[in-house]
């Protein structure tokens, strides 16, 4: 049940929005969108019969521009119930900024799970040439190099959305976010669908009901997660977890539902409000 808590970082990185000045949704080669989302937690199914329930909700703040790089802002408080009074309560925090270019990232992970000491993660990335050197001061000072072809969150789903205007349908990328420990790598999968009508809502949120998104395209896109160093050692094959979601050409991803193979959790917006933004000097 920890996955619920730790990958959600994943979950909201591919939650952001695109956005340009006065904030008005632009084309994803723009900039990004400012904004703040609410998204609400339902169970959707238990496949091993290993949660009765489960509710929460995730506050996300996106913020930056091209020039000052962008901050992402999250919280989620999630409850899973297990049945016979086994109830797990996590209250998840981060902090992360990222450079336009994708070549600096800096974080802050914060995980209590119920009354238990909070296990905290600070660090940053620096890209230098062929590869990225990390150095952590939580939860214990380390440095170290990673593979030059990782990318960093925000690089990630620019890369989708590009993959998805060209009309790909399969991309492998592998993205480097902070989560875990501060050490863990993924390799991901995303598979592209074709883009969807935007009449062809299938049920109403505040993104579908935005005037400036509901000119935009969309598709269905599945992102698997994958232990990197499990697939190098043993050729792991088997996602950690997978999401699917609905993916705006700005970068706004509605309908989440995030599957960590014993159970199924879906993310509805509840919420969406875009931020004034600074532009560029």
């Not at 998840?92 to 995980?111: H, M, P, Q, V």
């Not at 939860?139 to 620019?158: C, N, R, Y």
């Not at 994958?226 to 997978?242: C, H, I, L, M, N």
Request: hydrophobic share 35%.
């Amino acid at each position: 049940m920890v996955h619920l808590f730790r990958t959600s970082l994943g979950v909201m990185t591919l939650a952001a929005a695109a956005f340009g000045p006065g904030g008005v949704a632009q084309a994803a080669n723009g900039p990004f969108l400012a904004h703040q989302a609410l998204y609400d937690l339902s169970l959707v199914k238990s496949r091993s019969n290993s949660v009765n329930s489960a509710r929460g909700r995730i506050l996300y703040n996106f913020t930056g521009s091209s020039c000052e790089g962008y901050t992402s802002e999250f919280r989620q408080v999630s409850e899973l119930d297990s049945g016979e009074g086994k109830v797990t309560l996590s209250d998840l925090r981060s902090n992360s900024w990222e450079d336009a270019a994708g070549k600096s990232y800096r974080f802050k992970i914060e995980t209590r799970m119920n009354e238990a000491d909070a296990g905290r993660v600070d660090g940053s990335a620096e890209r230098d040439g062929d590869h990225i050197n990390v150095k952590l001061k939580l939860p214990a000072p380390k440095t170290f190099t990673l593979d030059g072809q990782i990318v960093f969150p925000t690089e990630q789903i620019q890369r989708i959305i590009a993959a998805a205007r060209d009309g790909k349908s399969l991309l492998e990328l592998s993205v480097y976010d902070g989560s875990d420990d501060g050490q863990k790598v993924y390799n991901t999968l995303t598979v592209i669908g074709q883009p969807i009508a935007a009449e062809r809502a299938t049920s109403s949120d505040p993104s579908t009901a935005d005037e400036h998104m509901k000119s935009l395209k969309r598709w269905p896109v599945t992102v698997s997660y994958f232990d990197r160093q499990s697939q190098q050692k043993e050729g792991e094959q088997t996602p950690v977890y997978a999401m699917a979601f609905e993916l705006y050409e700005n970068g706004v991803s509605r309908q989440l539902v995030l599957d960590y193979n014993d159970f199924v959790i879906s993310g509805a917006m509840g919420k969406f409000d875009i931020k004034d933004s600074k532009p560029c000097n």
